[in-house]
């Protein structure tokens, strides 16, 4: 049974920084794609991060380019999700999510388990 399970998130200040850690069970971090994604109350779920499953090619949403940095760790079966020069627009809860597919998605759909997510709030 595939398990994910977010930790990391907090309060911060604007500029400050955080690493979210997504901790899996069940399947090899090697072998899937892995999705982080962020959500606020009445708005739909939002791409933030992925790394297919070759672990090249990372993919970002355009509002955190330059900001956020995907990584794994396979050996610990963690996925990172690191964040510098936070806004006060990047508060949310954040999920990170696996997919079965090799081949890394902006849409949350393509994913198939998810963690419970992690709240994230950045202030002015």
């Known amino acids: 049974q595939v398990q994910l399970v977010e930790s990391g998130g907090g309060l911060v200040q604007a500029g400050g920084s955080l690493r979210l850690s997504c901790t899996t069970s069940?399947?090899?971090?090697?072998?899937?794609?892995m999705g982080w994604f962020r959500q606020t109350p009445g708005k739909l779920r939002e791409f933030v991060a992925a790394m297919p499953q070759t672990g090249e090619h990372l993919y970002y949403a355009d509002s955190v380019k330059g900001r956020f940095t995907i990584s794994r760790d396979s050996a610990k079966s963690t996925m990172y999700l690191q964040m510098n020069s936070l806004k006060p627009e990047d508060t949310g809860v954040y999920y990170c999510?696996?997919?079965?597919?090799?081949?890394?998605?902006?849409?949350?759909?393509?994913?198939?388990?998810w963690g419970q997510g992690t709240q994230v709030t950045v202030s002015s």
């Open positions: 999510a696996m997919a079965n597919s090799a081949y890394a998605s902006t849409r949350a759909g393509s994913y198939d388990y």
């Open positions: 069940g399947r090899a971090l090697a072998s899937t794609t």
